[in-house]
């Protein structure tokens, strides 16, 4: 029986109100946009009509859908995330065919920071989150050790951090085939606590693992949290801040002290904690909604660690990777694997002081499966790695090592940490872009050379990922005149 779940039920939309009545009309409501019309899915194709995908490889790829497309809602509880990893061993949340849509929760692992604020009331939130002397609603945290005479700080160690939704098995994905996945949506998750309604929370850590942390002005070390709040009215499109406060000892209800910021989800004590608030006052940050970890499982290995970013995705961190967007991922394990977290309200290029204002999202996502068999003579056929789409612009993300589960061997996972630099993942960007304009553009080398010079912008996307990222940016209308 429809759920509002099947959009081909005839009674679909009343079935979908109720549904929306049940889960809480502000907090999970599906917002339909233009982009669910037929008309408004047919015109997506980033660039209005300047795509990657080709006509041939749209028909070629739409021939393999179903008749029908299904809409399917993943809501973020205890049973539907998993902390601090990606894997290709997990249980599907959800199995969609080629061209479903698909509505996520995704919540912040920084929400521990301001319970009352981010999670009280929520009852998903709650789950996640729940963690007494007794038990924890998500054990794992990471992709370390769960053996309890092995581990320090807790179970996965907090080798990966961020709470990833999924993951999602898209049917018939194999191996060398590309997962090209649409952003329709993007909105942050209302506070559930009543004292805030209308209002969503972001925390921003300058934390240890920050570029700052070892250049501090008189050498004075120290991780301050800053917590941001975003109306969810569409009254303001800014973030303001409310307080800030210096971090200190925390005792986890496991009874680990936790010196500093190492270990996801601790539930800080405010009783212990000295709040600012007055801080940034007259700061008004535009909002900027999207996901930093976005991604599928890698094929290298059964566990890893969230934080660096690699040739499926995953951490990348790039603030345009939002509503509107187009990624592209090369799938490296049957069903594709994708799963969604590290939610964001803002962040500026290199993500400096360690984190974004990491704010709980929901996102709807529409997934698009480009065969193998159907990309040669296509932009994609030789795409392997992570690249984004606008409506203007491409983008190709350089790391400091492409795939580094693969070049640095079995200790990888530790490796990378050290290995990392912004020379490295420049060198990457290049050779990236240098491919891509000579493939997909049938530039020459000394062409796309020139072209780079004076009509590519490179950045630095992260410096505290583990491994370092720097984008490229070309836009869409240099090549107008090629027709």
């Not at 939309?13 to 233009?34: C, I, P, Q, T, W």
């Not at 194999?174 to 805030?196: H, M, Q, Y």
């Not at 993300?397 to 912004?422: C, M, R, T, W």
Request: with cysteine.
């Amino acid at each position: 029986m429809c759920k509002g779940d099947d959009v081909n039920c005839p009674q679909f939309e009343a079935h979908y109100r109720s549904f929306k009545e049940d889960l809480n009309v502000e907090r999970r409501s599906f917002l339909k946009s233009g982009f669910l019309a037929a008309g408004g899915l047919a015109a997506l194709g980033a660039g209005g009509g300047i795509s990657l995908v080709t006509p041939a490889l749209a028909q070629a790829s739409a021939a393999r859908q179903p008749q029908q497309r299904a809409y399917h809602y993943l809501p973020a509880t205890a049973d539907t995330v998993h902390w601090g990893f990606f894997s290709k061993t997990l249980k599907p949340q959800v199995e969609i065919d080629s061209g479903d849509i698909v509505t996520i929760e995704t919540l912040t692992h920084h929400a521990g920071d301001d319970l009352e604020r981010m999670v009280e009331g929520d009852e998903g939130a709650e789950s996640v989150y729940l963690w007494t002397k007794d038990k924890k609603g998500v054990d794992r945290r990471g992709a370390g050790p769960t053996d309890p005479a092995v581990y320090k700080k807790g179970s996965g160690e907090g080798m990966g951090v961020h709470i990833l939704t999924g993951p999602v098995f898209v049917r018939d994905a194999e191996p060398g085939d590309i997962l090209e996945v649409r952003i329709l949506d993007c909105t942050p998750r209302p506070s559930a606590n009543p004292k805030f309604a209308g209002k969503s929370y972001g925390s921003n850590a300058a934390a240890n693992w920050g570029f700052h942390y070892n250049d501090m002005l008189e050498g004075k070390k120290r991780e301050v949290i800053t917590i941001y709040e975003v109306d969810v009215t569409g009254s303001k499109s800014w973030a303001e801040a409310v307080y800030n406060f210096p971090w200190v000892p925390q005792t986890d209800p496991f009874g680990v002290t936790h010196t500093t910021i190492d270990y996801p989800g601790v539930p800080v004590d405010h009783a212990l904690t000295t709040r600012n608030y007055d801080v940034l006052k007259g700061i008004r940050l535009p909002i900027r909604p999207h996901f930093g970890t976005l991604g599928l499982a890698p094929a290298e290995a059964d566990f890893v660690d969230t934080v660096p970013p690699s040739y499926t995705g995953g951490n990348i961190d790039n603030w345009r990777i939002g509503k509107g967007a187009t990624m592209y991922y090369p799938v490296a394990v049957e069903g594709a694997m994708m799963s969604v977290g590290d939610p964001h309200a803002s962040q500026g290029d290199s993500e400096l002081c360690g984190t974004a204002i990491e704010c709980s999202l929901t996102g709807t996502f529409q997934f698009i499966l480009h065969k193998k068999a159907d990309l040669a003579g296509t932009p994609l056929e030789e795409l392997n790695y992570p690249m984004l789409e606008t409506q203007t612009d491409w983008l190709v993300h350089g790391f400091s090592f492409a795939n580094y589960l693969e070049e640095l061997g079995p200790s990888a996972q530790s490796d990378i940490y050290s290995k990392s630099s912004v020379d490295l993942a420049l060198r990457d960007a290049f050779r990236k872009m240098r491919h891509f304009l000579m493939t997909t553009k049938g530039l020459t080398e000394d062409e796309a050379v020139s072209l780079m010079s004076i009509g590519v912008d490179f950045g630095v996307t992260q410096v505290v990922d583990g491994n370092w990222g720097v984008h490229a940016i070309v836009k869409k209308d240099i090549f107008a005149g090629r027709g």
